[in-house]
């Protein structure tokens, strides 16, 4: 099991907070970090220096599907240009928020796997291994269950994001979709939080059991991001430990 950092955007997080971990996740694309030779050059040498290797977060504001087919087509072809990029870094894994215009659409949800199975197509092609995200507690994002079908019929991995079932659907949508998933995770998302809204808060600050997440990953041997909102080392550090003691 590897244990990672999530740092948004910023080379300079990366730079701060990375040396203690196997890798990096950086959000790029849009808003985000947008590949530029002078950006690349920089972040490149971050990941030398703190001996980190990359995994990357596709844009988070773009849904992966809509009704409209011209713009489904150039989806798909702006994140195979992003994992295109991202594999030239080598990138491990390329984690995407599993949304769509209308995520209650039955009819859509075939558009959904459509989009997904050319997306994670175009990660092959790369070298980088797709991940889907669970945000179902997001507004345009795909309820728990949906998003497993899905992965499971196109045979895309999927990165489980603790708090976001937390906030979804409490600890019994934790265990139900470990019950029925585990074998599709493949990278994790862990943090913690409360659910009057504080999210991303260091493991053991909020109300997720993490022993009943342990419980449901036995001998889990994928990548791990510790995707805590701060840039106190010591926080990060003590959030990765506990996810280890727990997993491990």
């Not at 950086?26 to 290797?53: C, F, K, M, W």
């Not at 989806?75 to 928020?97: P, Q, S």
Request: glycine letters at 8%; proline letters at 3%.
């Amino acid at each position: 099991m590897d244990v990672g950092v999530t740092v948004g955007d910023s080379v300079e997080r990366l730079e701060a907070t990375a040396d203690d971990f196997v890798f990096a996740e950086l959000s790029i694309g849009e808003s985000s970090y947008v590949p530029a030779e002078a950006a690349d050059s920089h972040l490149r040498t971050a990941l030398e220096s703190t001996d980190a290797e990359l995994c990357v977060h596709l844009p988070f504001d773009q849904v992966v599907a809509t009704p409209v087919p011209q713009l489904n087509d150039a989806i798909i072809d702006y994140l195979a240009e992003l994992l295109d990029w991202a594999g030239t870094l080598g990138a491990r894994k390329a984690v995407l928020h599993g949304t769509m215009r209308n995520p209650h659409s039955t009819g859509q949800r075939r558009v959904f796997a459509d989009q997904l199975s050319g997306i994670a197509g175009a990660g092959d092609d790369a070298g980088v291994e797709l991940v889907v995200e669970n945000v179902g507690h997001q507004a345009r994002g795909l309820p728990l269950s949906v998003l497993g079908d899905i992965a499971r019929e196109t045979g895309t991995a999927v990165c489980f994001d603790v708090g976001h079932a937390y906030m979804e659907d409490d600890h019994d949508g934790i265990e139900r979709f470990l019950d029925e998933y585990v074998d599709l995770v493949s990278h994790l998302h862990v943090h913690d939080v409360r659910r009057r809204g504080d999210t991303h808060l260091p493991i053991g600050a909020g109300e997720v059991d993490y022993g009943l997440v342990a419980d449901s990953l036995p001998d889990f041997d994928g990548t791990v991001a510790v995707e805590v909102f701060t840039d106190d080392v010591l926080l990060l550090r003590d959030s990765a430990d506990r996810a280890r003691t727990y997993l491990e």
